[in-house]
């Protein structure tokens, strides 16, 4: 049996502000954005190639949840200086290349402030 995993919450406090961000900046496909009822917004968001798509909305998290609060998403690439540069490219403040004996990473925030690394996997054997 898979057990995939595709779908995270990410707390954000402006829907149309975190979905432009992430589509317009960071590059994620908008697949769907549905207004559930006067309380539920459904945004979900997929990053380019990945199979784990995000979700944004209203009425998604309960309310102890904090915007921002989410931290730990890892993007993983094949290049990260062509990834560091698309990103750049797009607006997004992102630190420069880290080297690190587990793979070369960036990082950058959403306009919340929730967290994301994106890695190059350094090559095995």
Request: no cysteine; proline share 6%; net charge negative.
């Given at each position: 049996m898979?057990?995939?995993?595709?779908?995270?919450?990410?707390?954000?406090s402006d829907v149309d502000r975190?979905?432009?961000?992430?589509?317009?900046?960071a590059g994620f496909h908008a697949d769907h954005d549905h207004r559930v009822d006067d309380h539920i917004r459904f945004v979900q968001l997929t990053p380019p190639g990945s199979a784990c798509s995000i979700a944004i909305g209203t009425g998604l998290l309960d309310g102890t949840v904090q915007p921002g609060s989410a931290q730990g998403m890892q993007l993983v690439v094949g290049d990260i200086v062509a990834a560091?540069?698309?990103?750049?490219?797009?607006?997004?403040?992102?630190?420069?290349?880290?080297?690190?004996?587990?793979?070369?990473?960036?990082?950058?925030?959403?306009?919340?402030?929730?967290r994301w690394a994106v890695q190059e996997i350094p090559a095995r054997g």
């Open positions: 898979d057990f995939e995993l595709q779908l995270i919450a990410i707390p954000v975190a979905k432009a961000f992430y589509t317009d900046r560091r540069d698309e990103l750049a490219g797009r607006g997004v403040d992102v630190t420069e290349v880290q080297d690190f004996p587990w793979g070369r990473f960036v990082f950058f925030s959403d306009p919340d402030g929730n």
